[in-house]
């Protein structure tokens, strides 16, 4: 295909801002332009363009950038209030269908195959026209291809989110770690690391923001994509796309677009609800321990970048009646005791029951985790770890645990000890308790879910 003859850039410029792309960030319109439109077009330079780094200019890719967005001007109406799925290939190989991984979410494809962060500043538009109910994120591996540095990517990604947020400050977007790939892509692991720990740095303390680590997700111990998921090593298979699918589900879940039917769940004869599914009664905050307070206090003090975020608690507090504790760490929704992401990235707090437990019992409950979240379960006091095992450890060896799925925990408390298990695994055989206490649930990094959280106290 011939070049486009070059515009004046006087011209060029009012043309862009009209299309959503004006040199500053700004409000973007939501009125996406009719199909055929000239601004439909991929600018011929990067005078007056947004961000920085490449943008891609091969035939085929000006072909696909005017084919894409020409079909998607005939489906704005249909797709109003989307969850809108915003990225490159990796995206555009969900195809419209997306596989039929989200069954009853509406949902919108805006990806286009070979674009880079500074293409999506040019056509934030097809996203903010659709007004979303929620963004997903992924974008960043083909502007490491061309070379731009993680910091020029990042920096186009800040662009990119005030543009969106500006749009709706209320929106939720979920920003996904960009997934491993290969040297031989041009796409070394080392450069993706540096890339997506920008990205982080990027996100962090907004809480509109979920940061979903999809990295540790694929990365092999190397580092890179993994053949038997990723068989160019830059494209997900269906085994790949179900992972990712599954990584998505329990955020958009908490954020309530999907999975919003109540849990019918009775416990077993014999076994008492310490969770009502409805609220946190029953559940509150207790005053932090001095020794926890020291803790916190030495590690914040020899890593004051990586440490966590740790507030504090002087005065009991509960919750009762509460569909959430104030700070939103803790949310009961639909059966679920939801841990929320923090948007510190790590943060220590620790939900606790009111009551406490000094006879022999069996704990039951239910978990699932977002990719390397990390939590833990109290019993009594001592912290059993609730994580998503084979990421985050400690027990990386499981054979029965589910990724992104739900898990069951027994604790079988007896005589001072507790036998934990999961899915029939043991996790401690022997883990010794003091004669009483509280049972509680901690959050730290991602998204952990409870439910079912029961007790069958000994006769």
């Not at 097809?126 to 490491?144: C, K, M, Q």
């Not at 926890?292 to 914040?300: E, G, I, M, P, Y």
Request: aromatic content about 8%; some cysteine.
């Amino acid at each position: 295909m011939k070049p486009r003859p070059r515009l004046p850039l006087c011209l060029s410029l009012i043309l862009l801002a009209l299309a959503g792309v004006a040199p500053a960030v700004a409000a973007q319109t939501t009125v996406a332009p009719p199909a055929n439109d000239p601004r439909l077009e991929l600018p011929d330079t990067d005078d007056g363009l947004p961000g920085s780094g490449p943008i891609r200019r091969h035939d085929w890719f000006r072909n696909r950038w005017r084919e894409y967005r020409n079909k998607w001007t005939q489906r704005v109406a249909q797709d109003q209030g989307a969850v809108v799925f915003y990225g490159d290939s990796i995206t555009d190989g969900w195809n419209d269908d997306f596989a039929g991984l989200f069954p009853g979410l509406k949902k919108a494809n805006r990806g286009i195959s070979g674009d880079t962060t500074r293409g999506l500043l040019l056509r934030v538009s097809d996203v903010t026209a659709l007004h979303p109910r929620a963004v997903v994120l992924l974008i960043g591996t083909n502007d490491l291809e061309e070379q731009a540095t993680p910091e020029t990517v990042a920096g186009n990604l800040k662009l990119l989110l005030a543009t969106l947020q500006r749009s709706d400050p209320r929106l939720p977007i979920i920003v996904c770690q960009v997934f491993p790939s290969s040297p031989e892509k041009k796409r070394p692991p080392e450069k993706i690391k540096r890339l997506n720990e920008l990205y982080l740095e990027a996100v962090k303390g907004n809480p509109q923001i979920t940061f979903l680590e999809t990295w540790p997700l694929f990365a092999n111990a190397e580092g890179n994509a993994k053949p038997e998921e990723f068989p160019d090593l830059l494209h997900p298979n269906e085994i790949g796309y179900a992972k990712w699918a599954a990584a998505l589900r329990p955020v958009f879940a908490t954020l309530g677009l999907i999975e919003n039917e109540p849990d019918t769940f009775s416990p077993e004869p014999g076994f008492v609800s310490l969770f009502n599914g409805r609220d946190l009664t029953g559940w509150g905050y207790r005053p932090t321990s001095e020794a926890d307070r020291t803790s916190a206090k030495r590690w914040q003090a020899s890593d004051p970048t990586g440490a966590a975020a740790w507030p504090f608690v002087d005065e009991a507090v509960s919750f009762d009646g509460l569909t959430a504790s104030p700070d939103g760490r803790y949310v009961a929704r639909n059966g679920r005791l939801i841990v929320t992401t923090p948007p510190e990235y790590r943060k220590i707090q620790q939900l606790w029951t009111t009551r406490e437990f000094g006879e022999n019992f069996v704990l039951k409950l239910e978990f699932r985790a977002t990719p390397n979240a990390d939590s833990g379960v109290y019993v009594r006091g001592p912290q059993l770890q609730c994580r998503d095992y084979l990421l985050a450890g400690p027990y990386k060896q499981l054979r029965n645990y589910r990724p992104q799925d739900w898990n069951e925990i027994i604790v079988t408390v007896k005589d001072g000890v507790a036998h934990a298990t999961c899915n029939g695994e043991v996790l401690e055989a022997e883990m010794k308790l003091p004669a009483s206490g509280p049972i509680g649930v901690e959050g730290d990094r991602g998204q952990m879910e409870y439910r079912r959280i029961r007790v069958q106290l000994a006769p």
